[in-house]
């Protein structure tokens, strides 16, 4: 299963005990809703959610809902089908209201959560955290989908929009935001394995940018190294080498007999060792004298 799909069945696993809360999450359903004459028809994308709003209809307003399978460019879906006049008269008032900036009201706690589940069971999705960050609703009608941008705005979530051939989007893609949308939601095990798959990506992250510092500095090292025993080998050829003071010669010499080394082995190598300053120093001057044979 996918990770959108573990969400759902968690979010619709949570109960909802009191009759304000089922009317908020059946509110949060509404906006996916697509009316036909007296009756409102849902498309799920799975099994839990299409239980979760047969039973909340069922517990608020005494109604069975009719459900059946249907498939839609290569996927199947969940048809839910309701007929009941304080269901329609919900669902008008929220056509009257869409695009008004207007906070749905609760009236607990839970109520909000509540509401939000209802709202990602009926269109929402959202990717795995251990590859990308986006979570998003989608809804095919104007009216429902103004519904929906002004009542995330209006929790304190307000979305990006976008448009899809389906109908609009909303989404986010900050991790924080997703993270708490998500425990906001009811979600204990998945909002884990989102913090846990943040965890894996920044020590990912971390390791790799040591492995590209770790590169840039060898290939720094190596460019260095190859510019100093080239300068090396000119002073050789000119004859110039010998004429330089006795610590320049030593470390040329160490240097050509240790072209792999690093900075700190080869300052070791010297008798007495000398610190990384004084010998990055000597090759400088090493580099200066072949400048001049050059120049000359």
Known sequence: MSFAELLRAELASVPVKRPCCRKSMIAGFLPAAIKTDQTLVWQLQSVPAAD???????LQYGVEAR???????????ETVSVSSPSLLKQFRRLEEGAGQTKEPIFSCDGCRSAFLRGMFLSAGTVNDPRRSVHLEFLYAD??????ADSSLSCL???????KRS?????????RGTVEELVALMGSHQMIFRMMDGRIEREIRNNEN???NCDTRNISRNVAATGRQTAAIEKLIAGGRLESLPTELRITAKLRMENPEASLETLAKLHNPPVTKSGLNHRLRKLLEEADLISGS
Do not use: I, N, W
């Open 166 to 174: 389906r109908g609009t989007g909303f989404y986010y893609k900050d």
């Open 209 to 211: 940018r040591a492995t």
């Open 142 to 147: 104007e009216l429902s989908a103004r519904y």
């Open 52 to 58: 979760t709003l047969c039973d909340l209809v069922r």
């Open 156 to 162: 304190g979530y307000p979305p990006r929009q976008m």
């Open 67 to 77: 459900r059946s399978r249907v498939g839609r460019c290569g996927r199947h879906y």
